[in-house]
Structures are given as structure tokens and as C-alpha cells.
């Protein structure tokens, strides 16, 4: 598998990587394994010590880092460097409550027992990282864990290798101990080999529903636990009565932010019938705002796809949507010329369930957009999905907002706002979407000893 950061603006090849050798994966599970032993004997306060000293080296570090997913896959220099400070965010976060979050929990409900739950680590995490978001994935599955004492072994995408490379390369700086992270430049069949090792007790994925079936399978076979987070179809709600400035300005950032390249996007507007022409006018003036370019440009307003193959797909995937009847509202579906990944944003409509594409989850700056006339046509639209990661809903009524959040089949909504990660919220889907939750004091628990203490 070549690990190679090719810039996706310019097409230009900045760096390969070599492949890990099987000894390199030998050497990695041994010092996991002691780092793991170690940690069973070390005060919880020291781990926070040095995840906060790994904080502050991306927080006083944040043009270096934010500058390598710029040119590894293509966000904008501005967003990149927001995701650096959010990945101190999550970061901190465990730091301040991490050892809360671990507190043995009474439990005093058994006649004359006593008896507690506590919370211990159980061993290494193979960890399975997409390229949407080099650092902040890495460090919600690698935060907890430490804090925890589970050591952490990463196989990154391989279209972010320097930003992969680059976390280790902060962790040695921050101190952070031997052993408890590892990035692999490692192929699948020895990803099954790590998988299968008895010193791994755990896996946490997020990538592709394709990718989540056969890691989670490895893990079953295994009897290993597993979380996975694969992406989903969400759902962005505008009733009638919705402030229509404020929800076209949310469609446009909760679609168009990161090229389109979010798990938790709004993929799929429906929108009462009442508010719809509006709505869709106010979502047309805010694409054509858009500016293709290079993401390194301050002015460039929507950069490139990951790579060239991300965009040949989503291009494929357009031409079997407008195949099967849709059509396209706004935008030009003719790829712009260039070596480099840029995709012109599209808005489509009439996506019927007969669609060959209408569940599938279109990666990149394309809107679909249907139109409802009464709540419960919104729902059954919103909830015919295999998919259940996020969602919003957009009305004036937030008490009723919250009515109809609460009948969306989905891991997490958003009221009046896109949705968005926070290190103090669960992070998570339902149905292919996903199972598990990172982030929050659920997060730090996934991979955990809850040993039942009774006397």
C-alpha cells in the first residue's frame, strides 16, 4: 500500500513513505505491551501531564501542522488551522476530566452489599483513521486511551501520510512515553495480524461503511471489542417557519465546509413546501459565493477533494444519480480542467428511492435538496436511510424542534445550528452508520475494564 502525500490542488508529489516491515509491527506491539504494564503502575496525573504538554505543542505549533492538511488533502489553510485548535480542544479536554470520567461508580442497591464499578485499561487499540481530518481523529481515539493507559497503534490513511508522521513526531516532542502511540505505515493483511495479536484488546475505526464491515469483522473474529463511525446521509430540516437567513447560511457551511468532505455534512435539505423557493434561492446565492482554488490562498473559498481518485468517484457517482432521473438545480457537472482534485459545487433534486445512488453517501460539495409538505413527509424522507450519523432542524419553535430531533433515527442533532463535534458531547451513529461513541466521558469508556467490586 504507498503511503504518499500528493498535493490535490496541484497534482504535484510531495512525499513517499516507505512501506512497515513485520519486525517494525513486532517492535511497535512490544513496547505497546510495555508501555501498557507500565502505565498500570503510574499515577493517572502524569499521563495528563504529558497529553497536556502534546496540546500545547500543536497549539504553539499551529501553522506548521495546519499547513501539512492543506497540502496533504486539500482543506482550506483556514479551516486546517481551526481543526489544529480544535485537536487541542479534545486533547484538553481529557486532560481536565479525564480522571473524573474514571471514577469508580457506586452502586448500593443489593440488601446488605456494597458494591462498586471501577474503570481500568485493558490493553493496545488498533486504531483505523480516515484523511478528512488527519489530526482530530487520531487524538479522540488517542486521548482517552492514554489517560486510560491503553497504548495506541495507528493505521492512517494512506493520503495523509506527513500528518500521520506528524503526530508521532509530536508526541516525541511532548514526551509523551515509549510505546504509547505508534503511527504504521501498514498494509491491511498485517492490520488482520495486529488485530489478531492477544496483546490488542480493542479497535476503533472511522472510515467508509466498506472499510467498517471488514475491520469490524477482523475484531469479531477475534473477540476483540470495536467502535466504528462510517459516515452517513444526514439530514439538514428547514421548517416553514424557520429563520430563513439563518438556516441558509447553516445549509450552505454545514454542506460546503471541508469541500463536503464530512462524515456529519448536511447531505440530504428537506424543506417544507411553504419556505421552499426561498430557501432554495438563498442556497444558490451562497454556492455561487463559493471560490475554487488553492486552499493555501487565503481567498480561495472552497478548495479541492482529497485526491484525484476522490474526485473521478464523485464525478461517477453524479452521473449515476442524474441517470436515474435527478437533476441538477445549480452548478455545472463537468469536471474543472487541471491535474489537480477541484469539484464544482452542485445542488440536485428529484432523488427518488428507486435512485441506484439515493442512499449512498456523496463525499464533496453536492447538495441534494427535496421538498415536503407536511412533517411527517419529513420524517419519512429523513429516516428512509440505512444511515443514522447526524442531522439538524432548523425552526423558529426550538421546544418543537426538539420534537421532531427526537423522531430522526440518528447518533446526534443539531437544533438551529450545522452540526459539529464537541469534546464534551458523544460522538456517534445508529444503523450503518455506526456503533460506539468517542468523545465525552462515553468516549473515555469504550475501551475499559468496568470490573464489578462487590463485599
Not at 19 to 24: F, G, M, R, S, V
Not at 122 to 148: K, L
Not at 229 to 249: C, P, Q, S, Y
Not at 399 to 422: D, R
Request: aromatic content about 8%.
Amino acid at each position: 500500500m504507498p503511503y504518499k502525500a500528493v498535493n490535490p490542488f496541484n497534482g504535484k508529489t510531495i512525499h513517499e513513505f516507505a512501506d512497515a516491515t513485520d519486525t517494525e509491527v513486532d517492535q511497535a506491539l512490544e513496547k505497546a505491551e510495555r508501555f501498557y504494564r507500565a502505565a498500570k503502575k503510574q499515577p493517572l496525573s502524569e499521563r495528563a501531564e504529558q497529553l497536556e504538554k502534546l496540546a500545547h505543542e500543536f497549539a504553539t505549533h499551529n501553522e506548521k501542522y495546519a499547513r501539512l492538511l492543506t497540502t496533504n488533502m486539500g482543506k482550506l489553510i483556514s479551516q486546517s488551522r481551526s481543526e489544529v485548535k480544535k485537536n487541542v480542544e479534545f486533547a484538553m479536554y481529557y486532560v481536565k476530566n479525564g480522571a473524573r470520567a474514571l471514577q469508580p461508580i457506586q452502586y448500593n442497591n443489593v440488601p446488605g452489599k456494597e458494591a462498586h464499578v471501577e474503570f481500568s485499561s485493558i490493553g493496545t487499540i488498533m486504531s483505523v483513521e480516515p484523511w478528512n481530518f488527519p489530526y482530530t481523529q487520531i487524538m479522540r481515539v488517542f486521548a482517552p486511551n492514554f489517560i486510560i493507559g491503553n497504548p495506541v497503534i495507528l493505521k492512517h490513511a494512506s493520503i495523509v501520510p506527513e500528518c500521520a508522521q506528524a503526530f508521532e513526531d509530536a508526541c516525541k516532542i511532548a514526551g509523551i512515553s515509549e510505546g504509547a502511540f505508534k503511527n504504521l505505515f501498514v498494509n491491511y493483511d498485517q492490520v488482520d495480524r495486529i488485530i489478531a495479536d492477544s496483546r490488542v484488546q480493542g479497535v476503533a475505526l472511522t472510515g467508509s461503511e466498506n472499510a467498517g464491515r471488514k475491520i469490524a469483522s477482523a475484531a469479531g473474529k477475534n473477540l476483540k471489542k470495536s467502535t466504528m463511525e462510517l459516515g452517513g446521509t444526514d439530514v439538514f430540516i428547514v421548517l416553514n417557519d424557520a429563520d430563513l437567513e439563518k438556516a441558509v447560511e447553516g445549509a450552505a457551511a454545514a454542506r460546503l465546509n471541508n469541500s463536503g468532505q464530512v462524515c456529519t455534512a448536511a447531505k440530504r435539505y428537506i424543506v417544507q413546501s411553504g419556505i421552499y423557493a426561498d430557501f432554495l434561492a438563498g442556497i444558490i446565492d451562497e454556492f455561487s459565493k463559493r471560490k475554487l482554488g488553492d486552499p493555501l490562498d487565503e481567498r480561495t473559498t472552497l478548495g479541492p477533494l482529497s485526491s484525484k481518485r476522490a474526485q473521478q468517484n464523485l464525478h461517477k457517482q453524479v452521473s449515476k444519480i442524474l441517470a436515474g432521473g435527478a437533476q441538477i438545480l445549480w452548478g455545472d457537472p463537468e469536471l474543472p480542467q487541471g491535474p489537480g482534485a477541484l469539484f464544482n459545487p452542485l445542488i440536485i433534486s428529484g432523488i427518488t428511492p428507486d435512485n441506484p445512488m439515493y442512499d449512498t453517501e456523496l463525499f464533496g460539495p453536492v447538495a441534494q435538496v427535496y421538498k415536503a409538505d407536511t412533517e411527517s413527509d419529513i420524517l419519512k424522507i429523513a429516516n428512509n436511510s440505512n444511515y443514522g450519523l447526524g442531522g439538524a432542524v432548523y425552526s423558529k419553535d426550538t421546544a418543537h424542534a426538539k420534537e421532531i430531533a427526537s423522531q430522526i433515527e440518528t447518533g446526534q442533532v443539531a437544533i438551529n445550528q450545522p452540526l459539529s463535534s464537541y469534546p464534551e458531547l458523544p460522538f456517534g451513529g445508529v444503523k450503518n452508520s455506526g456503533y460506539g461513541r468517542e468523545l465525552s466521558d462515553m468516549g473515555i469508556r469504550e475501551f475499559v475494564n468496568a470490573k464489578t467490586v462487590l463485599n
